[in-house]
């Protein structure tokens, strides 16, 4: 059998009611994302006594589908974010602070110059 991305919840493990709201442990796969597929295509939950076995393997196809999604193991400043573009979130805070002190502000701190 081989480890799979579950096809129900996409590797998140998790799902949430489009209505309510709720959300819970995928039925699939048990909330881990994966599952074993056997030679007949027929996918079946990790035994969680397999887990140590599959550990590694887990963490391998988890890292995949992180990068799938554009992750990239750095983090980013918010306004880095390509989420947040467009909102209050995505504006650089220190913008106007980065722009360089003018001739009367030689410090940054005193507008007029003392």
């Known amino acids: 059998m081989e480890l799979v991305r579950c096809v129900s919840c996409n590797g998140y493990g998790w799902l949430e009611d489009d209505f309510s709201g709720v959300s819970d ?5 048990g909330g881990t994302g994966y599952v074993y597929r056997d030679a007949a295509g027929v996918d079946h939950k990790i035994p969680p006594a397999d887990y140590g076995q599959v ?3 887990l963490e391998r196809l988890e890292e995949e589908r992180l990068r799938e999604l554009g992750y990239t193991g750095q983090a980013k400043k918010p306004w880095e974010q390509d989420v947040r573009q467009g909102t209050q979130g995505g504006v650089n805070p220190y913008a ?11 410090d940054g701190l005193h507008p007029d110059g003392g």
């Open 55 to 57: 550990a590694a393997t």
């Open 25 to 29: 442990d995928c039925d699939w796969c």
């Open 96 to 106: 106007a602070a980065d722009a360089p002190a003018s001739a009367g502000d030689a």
